[in-house]
Each structure stands twice: as C-alpha cells, then as structure tokens.
Antibody
Framework: QVQLVQSGAEVKKPGASVKVSCKAS????????MHWVRQAPGQGLEWMGI????????SYAQKFQGRVTMTRDTSTSTVYMELSSLRSEDTAVYYC????????WGQGTLVTVSS | DIQMTQSPSSLSASVGDRVTITCQAS??????LNWYQQKPGKAPKLLIY???NLETGVPSRFSGSGSGTDFTFTISSLQPEDIATYYC?????????FGQGTKVEIK
C-alpha cells in the first residue's frame, strides 16, 4: 500500500533553516508529483509547492519563493522540503501529499520556530 | 491565482441532518475539485475527487456536485463521526488553492 513517512518534529530558532523529509513506498516513486502543504496552528491548509520526482523540476508558491527548496533522492524514494530564514509565523505542521488528487498524505511534521 | 471561497466557515447540525457546504472558484476550473475531511491532529483525508467521484471506502452519505465555478458538498445524514473540518481544493492550476474550511459540529 502507498505510504508517505515524514521525518520527526523540529524546533528551530528564528533565522535558521529546516529540512523535512518524506519517504515514499508502495508505488513507483517517479510516476507521481509530490506536493508540500502546511497548516499553522488553528489555521487552514496552505499549498507550498510541487516537485516532479522524475526530473526534479519544481514550482513554488510565490509566498515562499526564495525561501523554499524542494529536492528528491530517487535512490531512496525520498523528497525533501527545506525552508530557510525561519520566523515564528512558519510554526506549522508540514505535510507531503502525492499528486494529482492528494489521495495520499504523510503524517505531518511539526516545525516550531521559537527563540 | 484561483481563489476558492468556501461557506459557511462553521455549522452546527443534529445527527441525521442533511449538511451542505458550498465552494466557489474565482474562475472556471471545470471539475478539477477535491473535498477533504480533516480531524484534529490528523492529515486531511480525500473524500471526493473530480467534483463528484466518491473515493474508495468513503461512506455513500458523502457526495459532491458542480462544475465550472460552483460546487457543493453534502452529507446526507450527519453522523457523530463526521465531526471534522472540511476543505475544498482546486487542482486545475498551480498554485493549488484550498477553501478556508468549514468546521462541522453536532448540535
């Protein structure tokens, strides 16, 4: 069965970077785009960007341009989302979700940004 | 960007009631619309894809309709386990955009 397993919770200081991983299994990794979505405490869902695991091409939401980098490692079927210059407003649960219909989601990774 | 306007933001209904949520897109998205259910502390769960198709394993009391810019999500008979927040999402274009969510509570 399809599984997306994310890395564990992180606590970061303002200005730092965080890198969250999402390991895929149960399907052909390079056949489906992967999205990243975040959810701040008590808030709605916010799309961050998409990566094509086959060629590595990406597209990011304008809000995160310049701060987010999505990469993949086909040898381990893992995608990564790195967010830099963290601020308190980046405190959120970060999810990976398999495209195109977001049928499968990771369990979420809580990133807390606090001094 | 395509804006998704979802309403209401919250509702309270009795067990057995019919519940309806609407979602309006700022431009034509054909039928490229999903509906998700999210319970506290959990990842969203896909319920409806392509506006009206029920995801495998999802109870038939959930349904969706619409195309173009106007969409509706219905729970035909609200059950206690349906307490959650529901989101619409368009996948016609990037960036993918979500509605603001509708929190469903039991009266």
């Amino acid at each position: 069965q399809v599984q997306l397993v994310q890395s564990g919770a992180e606590v970061k200081k303002p200005g730092a970077s965080v890198k969250v991983s999402c390991k895929a299994s149960g399907y052909t990794f390079t056949s489906y785009y992967m999205h990243w979505v975040r959810q701040a405490p008590g808030q709605g869902l916010e799309w961050m960007g998409i990566i094509n695991p086959s060629g590595g091409s990406t597209s990011y939401a304008q809000k995160f341009q310049g701060r987010v980098t999505m990469t993949r490692d086909t040898s381990t079927s893992t995608v990564y989302m790195e967010l830099s210059s963290l601020r308190s407003e980046d405190t959120a649960v970060y999810y990976c979700a398999r495209g195109p219909t977001f049928q499968h989601w990771g369990q979420g990774t809580l990133v807390t940004v606090s001094s | 960007d395509i804006q998704m306007t979802q309403s209401p933001s919250s509702l309270s209904a009795s067990v057995g009631d019919r519940v309806t949520i609407t979602c309006q897109a700022s431009q034509d998205i054909s039928n490229y619309l999903n509906w998700y259910q999210q319970k506290p502390g959990k990842a969203p769960k896909l319920l409806i894809y392509d506006a009206s198709n029920l995801e495998t394993g999802v109870p038939s009391r959930f349904s969706g309709s619409g195309s173009g810019t106007d969409f509706t999500f219905t729970i035909s008979s609200l059950q206690p386990e349906d307490i959650a927040t529901y989101y619409c999402q368009q996948y016609d274009n990037l960036p993918r955009t979500f509605g603001q969510g509708t929190k469903v509570e039991i009266k």
